[in-house]
């Protein structure tokens, strides 16, 4: 992959290029951004970058032999750690990332290196469970990096989602960081750098990749999509400068494909929603309510419980801004739309923040392995509490 495959991003682009100018490269960095900033893909662009032979003061050549390998993902000196567990085909004592090597450049590859971590697990056939980089391949990173470069200047080690390392990996990792192998470039990619041990961050530079721009999402799509620019602005500004999602919207809409998945999520928020009103201000359907949680559930794996929260905050978010005038910041239209003008009288200044605390709190729990019906049954309850604060101190209680 080439710098100027991936959209946007010219001011870390830059830094990344003049590091390679004035001879500072850092051994160890960390690429710190949302999920859809094209963070991998930057570290992948890079190590590219950085191993090309023929390389130009703005990006690597793309024909060398080195680009070449790098382009299919099989260069014997590039090397990745990523979240694994257990499937029906790897059920093994013992699992490595490399037993899932195959998967894992046929992923990055299907999607152009910008990829989220519910995807990944779907691709390995993990839905159930949490991927973690373990113990056992901190060790087999420990073989690997104890022999020299193959054929580059540089072994590079790129680490996706390395706040998944459980403590025992971190810590054989943190040996390396503290006396790194000679040409040897550790490249960790995360989301949350609050999971990530504090000692591997003080020992890596960090390099923070933001959300692209509605501008450089639109040219994106444009040029590779054949949309309209209207089409192609109107996407990218419901992604909200996610990129992954821009090219699932651009992607489905240059097919003419409606978009399924985001439907089944509104479809069944706005349900759990109405079912959480009626108990909430009507006191009654119970039982419709523990329905519709139990929908929840059975529609999809914890990230996918995970990915339907993080979606319904999204939500949330534009019924405060329909509330306080701001329609003309709201990313959707149609039901969607409809749904947010309505359901804008219960989300306002005295509740949204709430809302987004219990939101991210359950979010947490599920990702800790927490029973997800415990986790949104309770959080129906709360929302349900909530959702009667009345706008303003001295309004008649519902």
């Known amino acids: 992959m080439r710098f100027s495959d991936i959209p946007g991003q010219e001011?870390?682009?830059?830094?990344?290029?003049?590091?390679?100018?004035?001879?500072?490269?850092?051994?160890?960095?960390?690429?710190?951004?949302?999920?859809?900033?094209?963070?991998?893909?930057?570290?992948?662009?890079?190590?590219?970058?950085?191993?090309?032979?023929?390389?130009?003061?703005?990006?690597?050549?793309?024909?060398?032999?080195?680009?070449?390998?790098?382009?299919?993902?099989?260069?014997?000196?590039?090397?990745?750690?990523?979240?694994?567990?257990?499937?029906?085909?790897?059920?093994?004592?013992?699992?490595?990332?490399?037993?899932?090597?195959?998967?894992?450049?046929?992923?990055?590859?299907?999607?152009?290196?910008?990829?989220?971590?519910?995807?990944?697990?779907?691709?390995?056939?993990?839905?159930?469970?949490?991927?973690?980089?373990?113990?056992?391949?901190?060790?087999?990173?420990?073989?690997?990096?104890?022999?020299?470069?193959?054929?580059?200047?540089?072994?590079?080690?790129?680490?996706?989602?390395?706040?998944?390392?459980?403590?025992?990996?971190?810590?054989?990792?943190?040996?390396?960081?503290?006396?790194?192998?000679?040409?040897?470039?550790?490249?960790?990619?995360?989301?949350?750098?609050?999971?990530?041990?504090?000692?591997?961050?003080?020992r890596t530079q960090l390099i923070k990749v933001p959300k692209l721009n509605d501008e450089d999402l639109a040219s994106d799509i444009i040029l590779k999509y054949n949309l309209s620019p209207d089409q192609a602005s109107n996407i990218a500004w419901r992604a909200e400068g996610n990129l992954r999602v821009a090219m699932n919207m651009a992607s489905k809409a240059s097919n003419e494909e409606e978009t399924d998945e985001e439907k089944e999520k509104f479809i069944l928020l706005r349900d759990w929603m109405r079912k959480v009103y009626v108990y909430s201000v009507k006191q009654k359907d119970y039982n419709q309510l523990l329905e519709v949680i139990t929908r929840l559930i059975l529609d999809g794996s914890r990230e996918k419980q995970k990915e339907f929260l993080s979606y319904s905050l999204g939500i949330f978010r534009n019924c405060m801004q329909y509330n306080t005038g701001n329609q003309q910041l709201v990313r959707f239209n149609g039901e969607e739309m409809e749904f947010i003008s309505k359901f804008s009288t219960f989300i306002h200044a005295r509740n949204i923040a709430f809302i987004e605390e219990e939101i991210n709190r359950a979010i947490f729990h599920i990702e800790r392995n927490a029973g997800a019906n415990l986790v949104l049954t309770d959080l129906s309850h709360i929302l349900a509490r909530l959702l009667k604060i009345p706008a303003t101190a001295h309004a008649k209680k519902v």
């Open 11 to 202: 001011v870390i682009k830059q830094r990344l290029r003049r590091s390679v100018a004035d001879n500072r490269v850092s051994h160890a960095q960390l690429f710190l951004g949302p999920e859809g900033s094209a963070k991998l893909a930057l570290a992948i662009a890079y190590a590219q970058y950085i191993n090309c032979r023929n390389r130009t003061p703005q990006d690597s050549c793309g024909v060398c032999p080195s680009c070449n390998k790098y382009t299919k993902l099989i260069h014997p000196d590039l090397h990745f750690l990523y979240p694994i567990n257990k499937t029906k085909e790897v059920d093994d004592k013992k699992v490595y990332s490399r037993d899932f090597i195959v998967s894992w450049r046929e992923f990055l590859l299907e999607n152009n290196n910008i990829v989220a971590l519910p995807d990944w697990y779907d691709k390995i056939g993990i839905e159930k469970k949490q991927g973690f980089i373990n113990s056992d391949d901190a060790d087999g990173l420990n073989h690997t990096l104890a022999y020299k470069a193959y054929e580059a200047e540089y072994k590079v080690m790129i680490i996706w989602m390395a706040e998944k390392m459980n403590t025992t990996a971190a810590n054989k990792l943190l040996k390396n960081l503290e006396e790194p192998p000679d040409k040897t470039l550790f490249l960790l990619v995360c989301e949350d750098h609050d999971q990530v041990i504090a000692t591997i961050l003080s």
